[in-house]
T-cell receptor
Framework: QQQVKQSPQSLIVQKGGISIINCAYENTAFDYFPWYQQFPGKGPALLIAIRPDVSEKKEGRFTISFNKSAKQFSLHIMDSQPGDSATYFCAASRGETSGSRLTFGEGTQLTVNP | NAGVTQTPKFRVLKTGQSMTLLCAQDMNHEYMYWYRQDPGMGLRLIHYSVGEGTTAKGEVPDGYNVSRLKKQNFLLGLESAAPSQTSVYFC????????????FGPGTRLTVT
């Protein structure tokens, strides 16, 4: 049972465009929503994260939008660059009482064409 | 500071063989995790540990065992490998003080024939 659903599975964007990846979750006990970035042959690395008490968080060209009532959150990459080409995973966690375990979405393979 | 390291990087096993994957971290993290990554399925948690001497089952624990005898090491064992265990395995670690960021190792690509 996939508790975090991610879409699209793959995304192709032109350089300078906006990349948008969406995730939906089911468990209202989740209290931490990170996005991880993974380059080929590497392990995932934390990109940006948000907690449900805020609706938006921005770090450089990367923004998380969070809609608690809809149980959805999304990653926006502004001015997308070829170096952003990677696989992106959304995730959710229920906190330390559950060992800070992360439940991951299926992943989105982003390709930014020059 | 090497972060999280995994040994080996690649391995090919025959069905029924056993092996152990080693994960080591030098960040003094309390929590450690083993995931498997399969195409279109994201990362799925196999087992995890919230401290030395403790382990717990994750989402897909069947066919795997783990041990955390030392705080810095987390071992993943396959007693009798099956083709369904062909995957890329990632180890991760994190602090326990509410900082949920997990630091991942470079992965082990395992093929079971």
């Amino acid at each position: 049972q996939q508790q975090v659903k991610q879409s699209p599975q793959s995304l192709i964007v032109q350089k300078g465009g906006i990349s948008i990846i969406n995730c939906a979750y089911e468990n209202t006990a989740f209290d931490y929503f990170p996005w991880y970035q993974q380059f080929p042959g590497k392990g995932p690395a934390l990109l940006i994260a948000i907690r449900p008490d805020v609706s938006e968080k921005k770090e450089g060209r990367f923004t998380i939008s969070f809609n608690k009532s809809a149980k959805q959150f999304s990653l926006h990459i502004m001015d997308s660059q070829p170096g952003d080409s990677a696989t992106y995973f959304c995730a959710a966690s229920r906190g330390e009482t559950s060992g800070s375990r992360l439940t991951f979405g299926e992943g989105t393979q982003l390709t930014v064409n020059p | 500071n090497a972060g999280v390291t995994q040994t080996p990087k690649f391995r090919v096993l025959k069905t029924g063989q056993s092996m152990t994957l080693l994960c080591a971290q030098d960040m003094n993290h309390e929590y450690m995790y083993w995931y498997r990554q399969d195409p279109g399925m994201g990362l799925r948690l196999i087992h995890y540990s919230v401290g030395e001497g403790t382990t717990a089952k994750g989402e897909v624990p069947d066919g795997y065992n783990v041990s955390r005898l030392k705080k810095q090491n987390f071992l993943l064992g396959l007693e009798s490998a099956a083709p369904s265990q062909t995957s890329v395995y990632f180890c991760a670690s994190s602090l326990w003080t509410g900082a949920y960021e997990q630091y991942f190792g470079p992965g082990t690509r395992l093929t079971v024939t």
